[in-house]
């Protein structure tokens, strides 16, 4: 099996770094800048502010609202979807019906952790974990770019989207250590 995922990313690796270097240029349609830029500002800020208070911690209230996040940036990506009459759930295999399942997901998980966090019915260290700023403000910032950009699924975008996610993380994580 390792020798398939290594093959896998030998035969895709341009594709893979293309697709990450799409991550990293946020305003490739520019009609994006209206919802990137504020969850760029979110994710700035709220850094900014834990590496200034560093033994803060994340309350009931903050992980809920954190969950709101994605609920109205799924929305604002159905939205665009409907502009440019791209909602599919029937053509299964097309670009729309993924890109319709992408947002979906989305909006299931924001309403998830919305209800899990509301209700207190996990433990804290979960709610904290998953519904973080970062965490949430990053999936957010992935399926805006994707969906924006019509950017296509694939694995190689699921590969790069995720090593995004990573590096970004390990890149917040040392600013917190060392800042």
Known sequence: MIEAIAGYLNQNYD???????????PFQNQSAKWIIIPVIVTIIVMEMYYVRYKNEEVGWNTAT??????????MNL?????????????????????TSMLVLF??????????MDFSHFWPKFMA???????????????AIIIVYSAIPLTMSVFIAAT???????VVFFLFRIFY
């Open 106 to 115: 989305i909006l299931l998980e924001g309403l998830f952790l919305f209800i």
């Open 128 to 142: 904290f974990h998953f519904s973080n700023h970062l965490t949430v403000n990053l999936t957010a910032y992935i």
């Open 78 to 98: 159905f939205k665009f979807l409907s502009e440019k009459n791209s909602i599919n759930f029937t053509n299964i295999g097309s670009y729309d019906f993924s």
């Open 163 to 169: 090593l995004f996610f990573l590096i970004i993380n």
């Open 15 to 25: 594709e893979i770094l293309v697709r990450f270097f799409d991550f990293l240029n």
């Open 65 to 74: 609202a954190n969950s709101l996040v994605l609920m109205f940036v799924s």
